[in-house]
């Protein structure tokens, strides 16, 4: 029979740990409580320790069991069965039964099943999901956490999908602005390779025993054709060397914030970085504060949420400033990095006292304008990539065609 270490109060609140034999955490729960305990915390030990270590290894490099669209309906199927007067024990046992009837993944239903056995033995909801954090991140707890408790779980669930569908939206219009660019440019180097490697000689080759020099051109391209067979594969490999010396030294924090400090100084796309970062910094900060998270625990969560780490050093930074006293925008004003939109409406909500409100706002406005940047962007690349392909296979075929040209002159 399984371990579980405990954590728990008593009767006059004092602290007790130790551990205890049950079949399950749900049975451990029940144990304490007819102890006349209430319990706080508890986990598996042993051989069950070395299950659930090998289970969140597994979730560490796994794919999340919900992916961003599918949380986000499963946020708001579950916030319409809580506000609907549904016991979460219950929405949860019908969530997982909708799955089963709807083919759900095995993972999916395992992880709700899971969810389900934490509530009923006595853990809250917020505390069930942090045993997931692939799949529910530190922002989703802590909306969950204020949400029961201020005993509006229901509303604040469906805030939350509603700003879930957003962060979606917005990730969704990104990725089909840069698409097409990505797909034009791979085939590009496709095609160019292919009449590098294999055209140029076939053809060209065809010329080069003549006594008659070869164009400049044609002569250069059998150059870069012959480099490309006999090197390609070192260029390849060379590629992929950098490419992961680049992913190993991301996995460093120092050298990760210098890469990504150096990324927001780009003159295009880091305004990019920097607008999606601060609505997305903005939008979980509005969340959270909204739901009624103490600000210095939403800074640090929204903080958190920061895939660019000079804007989530400098998000920390304007944390330690808040601790110390200083107004919320003043704070990210003195952070450069930090656009001066998400300033101006940060010092409205603290002069009007509606701070999620204008968060919120500013939130909107800034994913507004990364929208309208990267369509910008994408339809000034398309023309360009396509003459800039059309320039390199004229180049091709006139070095191709040239010495053609040149023996029928000389044939007349």
């Known amino acids: 029979m399984p371990a579980y270490s ?69 946020t708001r199927q579950l916030a319409g069965l809580v506000a609907a007067g549904l016991p979460l024990e219950r929405a949860l046992a019908s969530l997982a039964q909708d799955l089963s009837q709807d083919s759900g993944s095995p993972e999916q239903q395992r ?47 469906d805030r939350l999908a509603d700003e879930l569908d957003g962060q979606e939206v917005l990730r969704a219009k990104l990725m089909g602005a840069a698409l097409y660019p990505l797909i034009v440019s791979g085939f590009s180097c496709v095609i160019v390779a292919f009449l590098l490697t294999y055209v140029v000689p076939q053809v060209a080759n065809a010329f080069s025993s003549g006594n008659r020099a070869l164009p400049a051109l044609t ?20 590629l992929a060397a950098a490419a992961v010396t680049v992913y190993a030294l991301r996995q460093q924090e120092g050298p990760r914030r210098r890469m990504d400090a150096l990324w927001l100084r780009l003159p295009v796309l880091g305004r ?99 929208q309208r940047r990267a369509l910008r962007l994408a339809t000034l690349l398309e023309p360009l990539l396509i003459v800039g392909m059309g320039l390199v296979v004229m180049l091709i075929v006139l070095a191709v065609m040239m010495p053609i040209v040149e023996l029928n002159q000389l044939v007349r």
């Open 111 to 157: 992880l709700i099943a899971q969810l389900r056995d934490e509530v009923n033995g006595g853990s809250t909801f917020a505390r069930a999901l942090a045993q997931h954090p692939r799949t529910f991140d530190d922002s989703y707890v802590a909306v969950v956490s204020a949400g029961e408790q201020g005993g509006q779980l229901g509303q604040v669930l």
């Open 272 to 370: 990019l970085a920097v607008g999606y970062n601060a609505a997305r910094f903005a939008a979980t900060l509005a969340l959270l504060a909204n739901a009624g998270v103490p600000i210095l625990r939403a800074l640090q969560t929204a903080a958190d949420t920061l895939h660019n780490r000079a804007l989530r050093a400098d998000a920390q930074t304007a944390l330690h400033l808040v601790r110390e006293g200083a107004p919320l925008a003043a704070a990210l004003a003195a952070q450069r990095s930090f656009p001066g939109l998400l300033t101006v409406f940060a010092r409205l909500g603290e002069q009007t006292g509606q701070l999620p409100a204008m968060l919120q706002r500013a939130a909107a406005q800034l994913g507004a304008d990364v």
């Open 6 to 74: 405990y954590e728990a109060v008593d009767s006059d609140g004092r602290s007790q740990r130790g551990v205890l034999q049950a079949d399950a955490a749900r049975a451990a729960r029940a144990q304490l409580r007819a102890l006349g305990l209430t319990p706080l915390s508890v986990q598996a030990v042993g051989a069950g320790s070395a299950s659930a270590a090998g289970q969140a290894g597994r979730f560490s490099w796994q794919r999340r069991v919900f992916n961003a669209s599918q949380l986000a309906v499963w």
């Open 219 to 238: 002569v250069f391209m059998l150059g870069l054709s012959a480099f490309l067979r006999a090197w390609g594969w070192a260029l390849l490999l060379l």
